[in-house]
């Protein structure tokens, strides 16, 4: 009725209203309501603050314009203020260049709900008192085809609603970047929550049941691992066989990587921190050389042994221990018991390695926390070429203090499920042999290409690789090859538009594979990067090369994907002036 009574301009039946609001969604033939106990004007006020600001369109209840890109009219409003529009109707009429018939609908809620100042003359404005919010202007697809995720999407830390759902955009460079490749590096400060990122996923991610019993303060599907600085070989992650003690050493990576094989449809993390305290390329030489070995056999994605069964071979469970007191076995004068080598839980791993070995498990997602200082190691080539790379430093100090932040290391009552993260392909052929992108081959092959330039020394000057033609920082079959299983999942994301339509998804895949693998190659003294004879360098024509050719139709927010790569581009190049340069 509070709702009824201010939005005078509705006059659809009650459950017509209730449903476009979130207030509850069926399923089954059953009703499933918001709000379940007593809810206060306050609480109830927040929740269509937060409704207002993220309402978009086309959605479950509003499907007459069902194919168009999800667009969330209040982002759409502020982004065209931004951009010098004031025309309310003609703001509304161009997100899909058609009339819509819910002008004052619209007006009434945006007026009453947000910052959005709406005159006689439907003039709009911001109301530069009230602070603004960022919200998503393309929320997913999944949001606007299913009534439950619907619902969810609106979802806030109200008191009487403790099922928070967190905002997915938050996590979406995470996330596809795992899809992409299970093996992903955050870089940054100390103290910016690299770490407690890695259990932020594990928890929006980890089912009710046993994972979540098994005591401690993290969920069963998230391991920490300290790298030390004293690491120079494998045996701190693969363990070793000791022939004084006759056991095999396990590690707390081997037994993580068989919980994971054991439970093939939860999301396993495990968080290497810190792990340049130590060489990468000597210690995890065997897991960068297994990752490269992925290869999709039906719907898994399997690897080449990372321990052979062969390596378990000697391994026994018990030995013979002489003792001087009656024993359990006799041998002549001499007097023997048998002893167990290991605890329950280690002897069951050991009984699966010795039949099975160790693979790389496609639910097993590693992700390293990277310092850069006086204690720490750069990253060899091969370690950078295996992985993913995004920089956290930090944010707004004030969203510490939000209601959602008190509900990141929290479990979800509907928690993401592995095919969020799990990589549906491992080649770019794989992507276009699938019926569903077929249609992009021949886009695909040839935008791709033509952006990155060939590898061989002879690539055009307007690409990529034809701008680091002259360095040893060139990116070949590999890079292509993740750019096209990234773009995969943002066409998918986008509900598989028409291939004349891909050409910004085109450059957004681009740009993350340029911030992500291509940037944290790239290093040196001005001379190894100079170009053009001296007159410029790689930073400055890359960042000529993104603003010709990447820059989106729609890039109102200050950081936007486009904008972080041109920030960094300039703080490369800056650093450049002081004789040397580097991502990290």
Known sequence: SYVETRINAWTQTHSQIARQLAFYYEENGMCYPRFTEKTSLQDLFAYMQNWATKYFIPNPYAPSLKGKVPTCIYSFIIKSIKDGQTDFDEILDSIFQVKLSSHDKVNVYLSYFTNLLIDNNHKVSINSVVDSIDTELHPDIVFANNPKKYFDYFTIGLRSNRSAVINSSIYRSYITALRTKPFLLLAGISGTGKSQKVQELAFMTCPDGELRNEGGTTPGNYCLVEVKPNWHDSTELLGYYSALSGKYELTDFIRFAYKASQNKDVPFFLCL???????????????????????????????????????FSNCELQKKVLVKDDGDIIEGEKQ????????????????????????????????????MDDTTHQFSRKVIDRAFAIEMNGGKMSEMFSPESKMLLEYRDEPIPLEAFKAEFVRAYEVLDDARFAKYKDVISTRIPELLGDSDGTAEADSINGILNET?????????????????????????????????????????????????????????????????????????????????????????????????????????ANYYTNFF
């Open 273 to 311: 921190d810190e792990m340049n305290l130590a060489p990468v390329e000597q210690y995890f030489a065997e897991f960068l050389s297994v990752l490269e070995t992925r290869k999709k056999v039906g719907d898994e994605i399997l690897t080449q042994y990372l321990l052979s069964k062969d390596r």
């Open 336 to 371: 023997y018991k048998m002893e167990f080598l290991y605890s329950e839980k280690d002897a069951e791993i050991i009984t699966y390695l010795k039949e099975n070995g160790l693979t790389l498990p496609d639910n097993l997602f590693v992700i390293g926390t990277v310092n």
């Open 472 to 576: 040893s920082f060139r990116v070949s079959y590999r890079v292509q090859n993740e750019l096209v299983l990234y773009l995969s999942t943002l066409i998918e994301r986008a509900n598989f538009p028409e291939p004349d339509q891909i050409e910004g998804l085109i450059g957004e895949a681009t740009l993350a594979i340029l911030m992500e693998k291509v940037l944290p190659r790239v290093q040196g003294e001005q001379k190894q990067l100079e170009t053009q004879k001296g007159k410029s360098n790689v930073l400055k024509d890359l960042k000529t090369f993104v603003e010709n050719h990447l820059k989106p139709e729609e890039d109102a927010d200050a950081n936007s994907l486009y904008k972080q790569v041109l920030r960094k581009l300039k703080e490369m190049d800056d650093k450049l």
